[in-house]
């Protein structure tokens, strides 16, 4: 038989999939339904490795389910709002919606090239006025049951250009444009309370049991629940700025109260404020704290530093002792109270200050069989368990017993007509900041009256549509720029008002797409609820790593607000998440540095492994790093290049084959070549075979030989194997076991002559699976392998085939287990477990210790395959 060509054959079942429309899925199909969905991608333009290994990932799952006579809804879409459309138009000068539009008909064609069973009927863009009305729809109800709401947030704002930047905007702390350094500023800002829901996200991820442990911790940090305690310090009148007597802190160790050493406040907190104003050096030091910014990942990296204010505070258990305090540039504003006590001897962050400042330190724990005389804190805090010393009358507790009789005393302590001190669970979870000063972004549907104040738009007027006619020859928001488009008049009292001219952050738009899906076609409400509540939650999500925080965090907690809003009965929108791994490869570079790109450069073996040569000149390349595939450093490989000269099923079968899903994969062409061989060789056996199952009797042969019996065995094998694998996800696995059989298949028409009835029949029967086992890897290969067998239909149509399960092969034996000649119970092993292993496993049982009665064991007797006996 000639060679299968790729080329010609995928396009040619392209065609006839969608011409049947046979990855369609109906709403009131009444099968059991499976939504199998990756993350959509941006249209940036071309679809990158990355997206290839994504979505075959996916489609192999969906053909399976699909097989398997599931109702399989695997549907496509576009996140299509974002800064680079901005980007595009103010380099390109091509209008943000044109160019997205145009990069989303370019991609659509490339994905169509991989034959992905996608349900394009229900394809839209979040740049679509049909998609984003909703959107605001859903803002308009959550800001009516208090989900969303107007909150003073800091931003970024460039002096010079005199615009607020988007983070990414933001370079070395200064304007992407004008260079000038960035300030930090205080404005209105459209908030999601998500922290409304921190316990119940917290809690719901113990429910997750087909989420990736390591996306659940990352959850779990993010939101990052503490129990401690709210203790009121009185400030010492005679220092304390005026009005201020009260320096409330927030901790999880109140059992340390007695090794404090110092305050410290945040540079932005009122007090730091207050007494900046009659201290010109503090004010100074405040400014430079933020100058180098007070977020947490920039406090992380700098060097502690404080600054006395002059300011007492008074010890709660001791009103003549008084504590320091300090503005530093380690305390955060935004969490907490922005205030804390310090204790150095049990807090690292506390003895790197009072090491700098001279405060010294006082333990306060000492651990289990250490002397407390000889106890010393120097360089390194200790932050383990251990009984209280020097703490009056905490001495001798444990930690959990300090803390519980410090939080006693505290809530009953009273100054002021309130307690001193309160039990405090916090949050690191911050509420969502939705406002972005940006054009290419879902409006926020509201509108700002002088007398009014901020009204909504109502319902019946959405969508607030972007205009076209913007321009970008002024810096900041095209939007706020526009001559015309915010100037309204409010819906309230009809006087002159002016439109919010903020936009979304994009992450909202992704919040809740896959709810959309169900029902794409709903033009009055963003979901169908008889609909929606039947097709979700998604039973498999699969997306990259780098989402495994917020975006599905973001989605978590607009399933809740949906649900509290009535647009859907379920809190969770994933049933299973998995993140996939990246695709990488080595990097070359130049003698001057510079990269160049795989399909430049030519391996060859070399002295103690291989070298690189450019190929144009002959230079000697260095092969750098193993590195994620990016334009920067030109590693990459293109899609469509490699499906035009493989197809897209060898590109589908390498991403699948090497590492598991979860796992970086190498980029080798060695291996891609491999994998091209493998799919000739899948070729010539199928056709092989089925010259073979024409000599096959039409009905089942009533006994098998060995050959045959063989070859059954290992096609049953095998389809258990893949099954299983692939409903875990193991795909490489099932690439492996798929490998394995084709060696039976291979091995047993290699044996020639004219094969006996029977085996013809297993012939045909193996090849048969064989096809169904490789149709959800390498869909176009098995429609054609499926003809040349002579089967009917498509197989993309085809059930999944039945496992014949007295052909497996058992791995395990039970054995029957007797004491002294009676039986009491029985015991499960592989089946090449030694003696010994079955001697432990049966003198374990609690039913062979009890009729032992505390006897000693004399012997053990194993009967192979059958009867352990105990002699006791
Ligand atoms: C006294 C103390 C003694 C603390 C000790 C720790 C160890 P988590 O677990 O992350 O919630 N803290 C509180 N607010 C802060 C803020 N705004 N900026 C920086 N640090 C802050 O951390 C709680 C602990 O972090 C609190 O307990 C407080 O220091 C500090 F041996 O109080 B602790
Ligand atoms: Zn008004």
Redesign the pocket.
Known sequence: SERYNARDSEPRWQRQWAEKSIFVCKNDDPRPKYYVLEMFPYPSGRIHIGHVRNYTLGDVLARYMRAKGHNVMHPMGWDAFGLPAENAAIERKVAPKAWTYDNIAAMKKQLQSIGLSLDWSREFATCDPGYYKHQQKLFNDFLRAGLAEREKRKINWDPVDMTVLANEQVIDGRGWRSGAVVEQREMNQWVFKITKYSQELLDALDTLDRWPDRVRVMQRNWI?R?E?MLVRFALDPATAPNGDNDLK?????HD?LF?AKFMAI?PDHPLAQAAAAKNPKLAEFIAEAKRHGTAQEIIDTQEKQGFDTGIKAIHPFDPSWKLPVYVAN??????????????P???QR?LDFVNKYGLGNTPVVCPEGQDPKTFFITDT?Y?GDGRMINSRFLDGMTIEEAKEDVAKRLETEVRGNLPVGERKI?F?LRDWGVSRQRYWGCPIPVIHCPKCDVVPVPDADLPVVLPEDVTFDKPGNALDHHPTWKHVSCPKCGGKAQRETDTMDTFVDSAWYFARFTDPWNETAPTTRAIVDRLMPVDQYIGGVEHAILHLLYARFFTRAMKATGHIAYDEPFAGQYTQGMVVHETYQKADGGYVTPAEVKIEAGGNGKRAILLETGEDITIGPIEKMSKSRKNTVDPDDIIATYGADVARWFMLSDSPPDRDVIWSDERVQGASRFVQRLWRLVNESAEIAKMAPASRPASFGADALGLRKAAHGALDKVSSGIERLHFNVCLAHIREFTNALAEVLGRGGTPSPDTAWAVREAAIILVQLFAPMMPHLAEECWQVLGQSGLISEADWPQIERDLLVEDTVTLVVQVNGKKRGDVTVPRVAQNPEIEAAVLSLDAVKLALGGKAVRKVIVVPMRIVNVVG
């Open positions: 990052g503490s401690g802190v927030f901790t999880t160790r340390t090794g945040a380690f305390v955060l504003m935004e969490y907490g109270t922005g205030a804390i006590f310090g204790c001897a049990h807090d506390d805090a932050d916090n690191r």
